[in-house]
């Protein structure tokens, strides 16, 4: 299906294609299929809208919102990538009840704006690149948050939350920050970033399987803070 950009788009599109390749200008789309690749582009302030009610989603290629803001939701599975896919837009929302890139981690470029994504059963692994990785909230209810940029993770305000039972953040550049340290709520933390790491534990005691920097660390928690690893050094 393919839409000219320079006209007026529909403003939804049903389908049940197994490969679904669009552009245009607004989109909300509701995916029934059974599990199925999707890949398509959308310009200028596009909003691209993906639903799932039954199936899981899987990401073949680019999904590219440009400034527009990105949906996507498996209300009883989970999304997956495979192949090159990544997600582009302001503000991308991620919901999937089984997990969020289990399969490789869901690759997103923030065009300024914030992450939210959610999991009630499963993983959250997402690895946001070429931007900041601004945390509207990331949660994994029953399951673990894995955050990989190739720049910083910060929050979008004070009432941001990264919470999963096992959380590793990884940032080639500063986490979180002295004003607005990064809202974390996990059981086991591991850490990595070349540049200032500043966390604020919500969830009660906090265990720490490594945390490394090349710069300073401020760590505050609710609880109680402990070293699970021995062999390493906080």
């Known amino acids: 299906i393919r839409t000219d950009p320079v006209k007026r788009c529909p403003p939804s599109i049903f389908i ?31 909003d691209v809208n993906i639903v799932s009610n039954d199936s899981n989603i899987y990401l073949n290629g680019v999904i590219n919102s440009n400034k527009g803001n990105v949906y996507i939701a498996s209300t ?40 939210t994504a959610k999991s009630e059963n499963g993983n959250i692994n997402i690895n946001n690149v070429d931007s900041d990785l601004i945390v509207n909230s990331i949660i994994a209810s029953n399951g673990n948050v894995n955050l990989t ?40 933390l591991t850490a990595k970033g070349l540049g200032d790491i500043n966390l604020n534990q919500t969830g009660g005691d906090l265990g720490i399987k490594s945390i490394t920097t090349n710069a300073n660390l401020n760590l505050t928690a609710d609880g109680n803070v402990y070293n699970k690893n021995i062999s390493k050094r906080i």
Do not use: M, W
Request: a negative charge; proline letters at 1%; aromatic letters at 6%.
């Open 149 to 188: 940029t190739t720049d910083s993770i910060f929050n979008k305000d004070n009432t941001s939350l990264v919470s999963g039972k096992n959380l590793v953040l990884n940032s080639s550049g500063l986490i979180g920050n002295a004003d607005n340290p990064l809202n974390i709520s996990a059981s086991l």
């Open 76 to 115: 009883k599975n989970t999304i997956d990538s495979i192949g090159d896919s990544k997600i582009i837009g302001k503000d991308i929302s991620l919901n999937a009840k089984e997990g969020i890139g289990n399969k490789e981690s869901i690759i997103t470029f923030l065009q300024g704006g914030s992450i």
């Open 16 to 46: 049940t294609s197994s490969i679904l390749s669009l552009q245009g200008c607004l989109y909300s789309l509701h995916y029934f299929a059974q599990d199925s690749n999707v890949n398509f582009t959308g310009y200028d302030n596009s």
